[in-house]
């Protein structure tokens, strides 16, 4: 097997966090995105949509999206459980890690790519051939999306002790990383959102975080 990574990149560090939780180690190659080597012939051949993280099979499968990678894994190797122990735990994982990618992740993404001038005529991520010029208006939506991010991530912490309820889940997983992200783009945790300080404290300190 092999992982097609961005060692700075947001995405990747979900799944990269996800395989350290579980204990695996895959071979990783390197594709550096701010140098645009995802947009290079070689990497399309890899994937046509040049985007990270993949995940290549022996079999020489090839698929990305980290929540298909961590589906994948957490089937062949279920323990310790990520996405759920049982049907509600599965669904509220579900629900509350798209909520966390959704305002986090794409909020974030929304404000860096739309602001970066690296990235004034790649708004959005990965490759087509085509050009996707940045759209200063959706620097304001993302700065929406992240307010909301904070909002009911501090919300979901007075339910149980993690994002999806009693255990460390992908939900933590993309939090932590949306979080990382968006201080790229100068937001932090608000300070009243006590809970989400502490949760904080608590998550980015797991030997997983610096994978
Ligand atoms: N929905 C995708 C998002 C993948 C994504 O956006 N990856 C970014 C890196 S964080 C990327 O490939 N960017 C390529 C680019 O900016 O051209 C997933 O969950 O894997």
Not at 142 to 159: M, V
């Amino acid at each position: 097997m092999k992982f097609y990574d961005c060692a700075i990149a947001p995405n990747p560090r979900r799944a990269r966090i996800f395989l350290a939780e579980k204990g695996i180690s895959l071979p990783m190659i390197e594709v550096d995105i701010l140098k645009g080597e995802n947009l290079t012939p070689a990497y399309l051949a890899i994937n046509p949509r040049g985007l990270l993280p993949t995940l290549e099979l022996d079999d020489g499968t090839r698929f990305d999206e980290v929540m298909a990678i961590c589906r994948y894994f957490e089937r062949i190797q279920p323990s310790p459980p990520l996405l759920g122990r049982n049907a509600k735990e599965i669904a509220m994982v579900e629900s509350r890690q798209r909520k966390m990618e959704f305002d986090g992740m794409i909020g974030g993404s929304e404000v860096f790519r739309n602001q970066h001038p690296d990235f004034a005529q790649r708004s959005l991520p990965g490759a087509g051939g085509e050009v996707i010029p940045a759209i200063p208006g959706l620097v304001e939506r993302g700065t929406q999306s992240i307010a909301r991010f904070f909002k009911w991530l501090e919300i979901y912490l007075g339910e149980g002790e993690f994002v999806a309820g009693d255990i460390f889940t992908m939900a933590d997983i993309t939090a932590l990383c949306a979080v990382d992200f968006v201080a790229w783009v100068k937001f932090s945790i608000p300070p009243e959102n006590t809970r989400t300080q502490a949760w904080y404290a608590k998550v980015a300190t797991r030997p997983s975080a610096s994978a």
